[in-house]
DNA sequence: CCTGACGATGACAGTGACTGACATCAACAA
DNA sequence: TTGTTGATGTCAGTCACTGTCATCGTCAGG
C-alpha cells in the first residue's frame, strides 16, 4: 500500500462525473475535481493527459475488445459481418455498466467539448477496426467501408439503446439497425 | 473604409497557414498569428471562437452548399442517393480550390487536435444531412444512417482524392466511393 | 536492521488559450 | 455638428496544462 489512499484514479474518475453533472463540465475546474478526490490538480494531470479524459477512460479497454471479437471472427466472414461482432462485442462491455453508461451520455451530450472528444475515440476506434479487417484479407478502401459502416451502425444503435429504457439487448440494436442499413443500400 | 488595412479576417487565416505549415500548430501561439496579420491578440479570438476555428472557415459554406444540393434533389431519389448528390455539391467546392484544400488537409491530418475539430465539423455535416433528408420524408433513424454513410462515403473519397495528383473529379470519387460501399453490404 | 533505488505524490513557478470591461476613433446618419 | 455604430486596441484576470524539484512510504539487497 502507498502512502494514500488507493485508487486515486478512480475517485478523480467518480468526482469528474459527479461534478460535471452537477455543475457542468465548463463550470467545473481540474482543481475541483482534484480537490474534490483529495489530491491536488498536478496529480490530476499526470493521470489524465487533460480534462476530457477524465471521462473516457474505458474507450481503449472498448477498442480493444472490439478488435478482439473481429480477429476472432470465422475467417469466411464479410467484413462488414465481421466488424458488426466486433461492435456487438463492445456493446456487451457497455451493457455490464448500463447504469454508469447512460449517464455519462447525458454529460458528453450536454458538452460540445466533449462530443468533440467522443468522436475522436469514435474516429480511433474506426481506424482499429479497418486494421483488424485487414488483417483478414479485406482491401484497404473495403475495410475503411466497412469500419466506417460498422462504427456508424455502434452509434445510431447506442442512441436507441440509451433512449430506450426497456433496452433489449446492445446485440439486439446493433442487428436491428445493421438490418436498417443494408436496406438503404 | 475603416482606420484600419481591410480583410483582417482573411489575413489571419493565410497567416495560419503559413505558420502552422512552418512551425506546427502547438508551435505556433495565437498571439504570432495575430501579429503576423498586424492585428492583436484579442482581435484574433473576436473573429474565431478558438485557435483552431482559424482553419475551418469554410465549413459552414460546406454544410450549407451540400443541404441545398440535398433540397433540390428530385423527391423521388432514395436517402442515400439525394445525400450522396449532397456530397458530390460539396467537392465541387473543395475542387475550385484543390491546392488549398490538399494544404490545408496535410496540416490537420498531422495535428490530432484539428482532427478532432474536422470530426466535429463532419458529425455536424451529417446532423445537417439528416435533417434535410428527414424534410424529405425519410424516417429518423434511416435518415441518420444515409447520412452517416454519405458522410463516410465523402471521407473516404476525400483521402483518395487528395491523395491522387492526377485525381479524376471529387464527384468521380464520390461514385467510385458510394459502389465500392454498396458491393460490400 | 540499514540503505539505496523506485514510484506516486506535493509544491510551485511559468506559458499560453481565452474572456470581460473599458477606451478609441473613423465612418455614417440625423 | 453631433450622436451612434462597429471594429479595434489595451489590460487585467482565470484556467488548462507543463517542467522541475522535493518528499516519503515501500521494497530489495546486504
Redesign the pocket.
Given at each position: 500500500?502507498?502512502?494514500?489512499e488507493p485508487d486515486?484514479?478512480g475517485r478523480m474518475i467518480k468526482a469528474a462525473l459527479d461534478l460535471f453533472a452537477e455543475r457542468g463540465f465548463?463550470q467545473?475546474?481540474?482543481?475541483?475535481i482534484?480537490e474534490s478526490a483529495?489530491?491536488?490538480?498536478?496529480?490530476f494531470?499526470?493521470?489524465?493527459?487533460?480534462?476530457?479524459e477524465v471521462l473516457f477512460d474505458g474507450s481503449a479497454t472498448l477498442e480493444r475488445t472490439a478488435c478482439e471479437a473481429i480477429r476472432s471472427a470465422p475467417a469466411g466472414l464479410p467484413p462488414l459481418d465481421a466488424a458488426l461482432a466486433g461492435m456487438a462485442a463492445g456493446g456487451d462491455l457497455l451493457q455490464e455498466r448500463r447504469e454508469h453508461a447512460v449517464r455519462r451520455s447525458l454529460i458528453v451530450a450536454a458538452t460540445p467539448a466533449l462530443k468533440e472528444r467522443e468522436l475522436l475515440k469514435l474516429a480511433s476506434m474506426t481506424e482499429a477496426t479497418t486494421e483488424a479487417l485487414r488483417e483478414r484479407g479485406a482491401p484497404q478502401r473495403d475495410a475503411a467501408l466497412a469500419a466506417h459502416s460498422a462504427v456508424t451502425v455502434f452509434s445510431v444503435a447506442f442512441v436507441h439503446w440509451v433512449s430506450t429504457p426497456d433496452a433489449p439487448g446492445f446485440a439486439a440494436c446493433v442487428a436491428e439497425t445493421a438490418a436498417a442499413l443494408r436496406a438503404l443500400m
Open positions: 500500500m502507498g502512502r494514500w486515486a484514479r465548463e467545473t475546474t481540474a482543481g475541483d482534484a483529495g489530491v491536488t490538480e498536478r496529480t494531470f499526470r493521470h489524465f493527459a487533460d480534462k476530457r
